[in-house]
Nanobody, 115 residues
Framework: QVQLVESGGGLVQPGGSLRLSCAAS????????MAWYRQAPGKQRELVAR?????????TYADSVKGRFTISRDNAKNTVYLRMNILKQEDTAVYYC???????WGQGTQVTVSS
């Protein structure tokens, strides 16, 4: 059974930082691309960042987070991370971990950016 468990969300002031983690189990983690999505109230779920399964760990980002967010992975720990810097109010959303191409999603972690 595949499980993706996110953690690290919370309330942060504009300009602050957070690091999200997603621990995977039930899959051979290093074989799979991994991604972070987010969904804000009243909006569709959108791709935030993706990292490939290759040793190069090629990354792609939504334009709205380029230069502020960094996705990374630790295959030894079966974990993917999302470092979020210079957070803005518009980054407020539930953030989900996902295995692209499969119906594997985490339960989500709330990120709220507010003063």
């Amino acid at each position: 059974q595949v499980q993706l468990v996110e953690s690290g969300g919370g309330l942060v002031q504009p300009g602050g930082s957070l690091r999200l983690s997603c621990a995977a189990s039930g899959i051979f983690f290093s074989w799979y691309d991994m991604a972070w999505y987010r969904q804000a109230p009243g909006k569709q779920r959108e791709l935030v960042a993706r990292i490939t399964s290759t040793s190069a760990g090629t990354t792609t980002y939504a334009d709205s987070v380029k230069g502020r967010f960094t996705i990374s992975r630790d295959n030894a720990k079966n974990t993917v991370y999302l470092r979020m810097n210079i957070l803005k109010q518009e980054d407020t959303a539930v953030y989900y971990c996902h295995v692209p191409g499969y119906e594997y999603w985490g339960q989500g972690t709330q990120v709220t950016v507010s003063s």
